[in-house]
Nanobody, 122 residues
């Protein structure tokens, strides 16, 4: 069956960096765009970034542009989210997801991971 497994979350001080990974199995990874979303306590799930099937184009939420970078390695069936200059407001559970095409709307995505917690202390 399809599985998306996130890793790399943790506790970091403001201004620090983390790299999230999401490894997929059970489907043809290179046939799907990938996205990262996040959900802070008491808030709705929010789009962070997305990348095309080949990795040639990326799109970001405005508040993370210049700080976060999404990338993928199709040979490893893995998508990454490099997060730099982290802020307290980046604290959330981060989810990866797979869709037929890149999009900001969560309803577009077919498969979801279980999430990894990122906590940024100020």
């Amino acid at each position: 069956q399809v599985q998306l497994v996130e890793s790399g979350g943790g506790l970091v001080q403001a201004g620090g960096s983390l790299r999230l990974s999401c490894t997929a199995s059970g489907y043809t990874f290179s046939s799907y765009a990938m996205g990262w979303f996040r959900q802070a306590p008491g808030k709705e799930r929010d789009f962070v970034a997305t990348i095309t099937r080949t990795g040639d184009r990326t799109y970001y939420k405005d508040s993370v542009k210049g700080r976060f970078t999404i990338s993928r390695d199709n040979a490893k069936s893995t998508v990454y989210l490099q997060m730099n200059s982290l802020k307290a407001e980046d604290t959330a559970v981060y989810y990866c997801a797979a869709a037929r095409f890149p999009a900001a709307a969560g309803r577009t995505y077919d498969y979801w991971g279980q999430g990894t917690q990122v906590t940024v202390s100020s």
